[in-house]
């Protein structure tokens, strides 16, 4: 069913299709290699698919302002986990028809600033939203993880009938996501019992997962704290300390610094998630950040060449560049460390100013996200850490 303006969360195309073009956003974004998975942690890979039809703005608004909300939930979990996420569109006209109008936009990646860069770069445009064909793609086209005991999750958003194609039968999709050991939790941008009787509800049983309802327009609950300008300015100091190397460093560290500016512009709240973020273990830039690239094990330090370092790094020596890499690390850490403790006064005040203000977050797009990963990933064995109440 076509339809004017509107917009959910969507992975792409049926496999057996053929290659699904994708789409490019308006903007160039920095392709980051892959990064490994750090020791002692558990594998959570997530592929977000939206739908960009039509009327479905309000949902990508949301999803740019609370992704980084989404993440600093599995932060709190133990073990650590090792993140990576996917993103898709479908229902989209200026989508090929061929593919079911699906694109896959990443694929699984630890890049958050990537992923976030072409969130931002995502248009509507009417079109024919195929659920089943995005969730199989999603399952068939990403590399997901091969770990034992790995928390593998499509979310699809989306406020048209799940049973429209014709094609891909959507019990059939759900089936055969579900053999490959992902979970399929459905968003329905509409009342419940709507969702319920298209098939949204149905698609997440058949595949282990949850179907919520949700207002995406006026679900989302962004609350102002006297914690969030000091925040995004630490955030700011944060990306000081990242040491670029190899030949993408410059743009890599561009792109950092536009996606402070991309959140600060949905709202303060946002800017100060993305810096909680980015105090935590799960934002890594193994790909361009020497640190990181160390920590990892991506990189030998003595294996990088002189033309590859930043330039305060060239002139020195062995014991000169190991020096500088644990000064910088040692001042990332300070920062990360103060940032912590504002998140933490941060979070309580806004969970008192909701209860002060009578405010409610069940029909917003994160809070369900949030509360359906919890328990997925508690049922996979993680543990999540409560937050303390700050001290005064």
Same mark, same amino acid.
């Given at each position: ?196 009787? &298209?098939?949204? /509800?149905? $698609? +997440?049983?058949? %595949?282990?997962?949850?179907?919520? =309802?949700?207002?995406? #327009?006026? *679900? ?45 512009? &949905?709202?303060? /709240?946002? $800017? +100060?998630?993305? %810096?909680?973020?980015?105090?935590? =273990?799960?934002?890594? #830039?193994? *790909? ?105």
């Amino acid at each position: 069913m076509r339809k004017p303006i509107r917009l959910a969360f969507a992975a792409a195309m049926l496999a057996a299709a053929a290659a699904c073009p994708h789409l490019l956003p308006a903007q160039p974004v920095i392709a980051v290699p892959p990064t490994t998975r750090p020791m002692q942690s558990q594998d959570v890979d997530l592929a977000i698919c939206l739908d960009t039809s039509g009327s479905m703005d309000g949902l990508i608004d949301s999803a740019r302002q609370k992704l980084w909300a989404i993440v600093n939930e599995l932060a709190k979990a133990q073990p650590k986990p090792n993140l990576r996420v996917a993103l898709y569109h479908y229902g989209n006209d200026g989508l090929d028809a061929k593919t079911g109008w699906v694109s896959q936009l990443s694929d699984l990646t630890t890049d958050l600033d990537g992923i976030y860069s072409k969130l931002f770069a995502l248009k509507t445009n009417g079109g024919t939203e195929y659920v089943a064909r995005v969730s199989v793609a999603a399952a068939e086209q990403l590399t997901w993880s091969a770990q034992k005991g790995a928390l593998k999750i499509i979310v699809v958003a989306g406020n048209e009938p799940a049973t429209q194609d014709d094609k891909v039968k959507l019990k059939d999709a759900c089936q055969i996501v579900a053999g490959k050991g992902i979970i399929i939790n459905t968003i329905y941008c509409g009342d419940e019992a709507s969702g319920r009787q &298209t098939g949204w /509800a149905d $698609a +997440a049983a058949w %595949a282990d997962g949850q179907f919520a =309802a949700i207002d995406a #327009n006026n *679900g989302t609950v962004a609350v102002n704290t006297p914690f969030d300008k000091d925040l995004a300015d630490l955030s700011g100091k944060l990306n000081t300390t990242y040491v670029g190397y190899g030949a993408k460093r410059e743009a890599a560290a561009q792109q950092q610094a536009a996606m402070d500016s991309a959140a600060k512009s &949905t709202a303060p /709240a946002a $800017a +100060a998630e993305r %810096a909680v973020t980015k105090s935590g =273990a799960l934002y890594r #830039n193994s *790909g361009w950040d020497l640190n990181d690239a160390l920590t990892e094990g991506t990189v030998k330090l003595s294996e990088v060449k002189t033309e590859d370092l930043p330039e305060a790094m060239r002139s020195l020596d062995a014991a000169g560049r190991e020096k500088y890499l644990q000064d910088k690390a040692k001042e990332r850490a300070d920062i990360q460390k103060q940032i912590q403790e504002l998140g933490v006064k941060r979070e309580a005040y806004v969970k008192a100013e909701m209860t002060k203000q009578g405010l409610s977050d069940k029909q917003s797009l994160d809070a369900n996200l949030r509360s359906m990963i919890r328990q997925q990933a508690t049922k996979n064995g993680f543990v999540f850490e409560e937050t303390k109440t700050p001290t005064k």
